[in-house]
């Protein structure tokens, strides 16, 4: 079997997969982020081993996603946000292997979700796609010729760090980028400055629902964000295959008739019809991706 391990801020998942990446069995546990990187590998590596009490099994390998600027190579941590202690530069891969004696992949956690939603999600197949998530913050990730394209410095896909949405401070130090308007931080901020109140996403969500006209103006400016973000890559890579997941689109009934409209008034140059999906596996979306990530390093080395 292959273990997927996806580390969180807030919690940590483990999965257990089949050699078919069907999830046998899988965990959450807290993530110790204030207790350094030690600390947070040996929660994921303890989870792990009541996965595999639980199910008896020869581990073939170990993929790892984990939010931040990784160096997926060298299996390290490079930059990771003030809410993890002693969390960039860790060795995470070094620390899983010296455990384990499998062989262990690290990959950032947008890129494992991508991986993910190619392998067993919405998207399964696709030869080609852009994964977008809408959370705390806007990460993306590129799929190109049935593999994840990182670029030449593992920067490729930034999504939301594209410029040109506007002239609002970015929490990364720039201004007017699409995290600015759909990330579920920037809603909430967007909708104080127009009310003068405090809700979280889920809440102006609700909100919408129940016709309040603040609320919906932030979903469809959220949207149409996404919608020129999605325009742009289609124009510079000919991509016609979307999925976008994370928290804030759980909220697909507020986001998708804004983005649809938005692709209909600006069709790409191609011409072609873009199919934009929300994610399919949830929360267990980086957690696979990540066991499909070691599932086709593995392969490739057994084909060698």
Do not use: K
Not at 82 to 97: H, I, L, M
Not at 209 to 226: I, S
């Amino acid at each position: 079997m292959y273990a997927g391990v996806d580390i969180g801020g807030t919690t940590t998942q483990v999965v257990l997969c089949a050699a078919d990446l069907t999830v046998v069995d899988s965990v959450e546990v807290p993530t110790p982020a204030a207790e350094g990187g030690r600390a947070m590998v040996g929660a994921a590596l303890a989870a792990l081993d009541l996965l595999r009490e639980r199910v008896p099994s020869r581990l073939l390998g170990v993929g790892v996603g984990a939010a931040g600027v990784v160096d997926s190579r060298a299996g390290r941590v490079l930059v990771a946000s003030d809410s993890f202690r002693s969390w960039a530069g860790f060795p995470v891969t070094a620390r899983v292997e010296e455990a384990l004696g499998v062989p262990a992949f690290l990959d950032n956690d947008v890129n494992a979700f991508l991986r993910g939603e190619v392998a067993e999600g919405a998207v399964a197949g696709e030869p080609a796609a852009l994964g977008m998530t809408l959370g705390t913050g806007v990460g993306g990730a590129l799929w190109l010729d049935g593999a994840l394209f990182e670029g030449a410095h593992g920067a490729a896909g930034e999504i939301g760090h594209l410029p040109g949405f506007g002239d609002l401070p970015c929490t990364c130090g720039g201004r007017g980028h699409l995290e600015t308007l759909a990330s579920g931080r920037s809603l909430a901020a967007r909708y104080g400055e127009r009310t003068g109140r405090s809700l979280t996403a889920r809440g102006i969500a609700e909100a919408a629902v129940d016709g309040d006209p603040d609320a919906l103006a932030v979903y469809e400016a959220a949207g149409a964000g996404v919608a020129r973000a999605i325009l742009i890559t289609a124009g510079l890579v000919d991509l016609t295959t979307f999925v976008i997941g994370g928290g804030v689109s759980r909220a697909w009934d507020l986001l998708e008739p804004s983005i649809a409209a938005a692709l209909a008034a600006e069709p790409p140059v191609s011409g072609q019809p873009l199919r934009v999906v929300r994610a399919r596996l949830g929360s267990r979306a980086v957690a696979i991706g990540a066991a499909s990530r070691a599932r086709t390093e593995l392969g490739a080395v057994t084909r060698v």
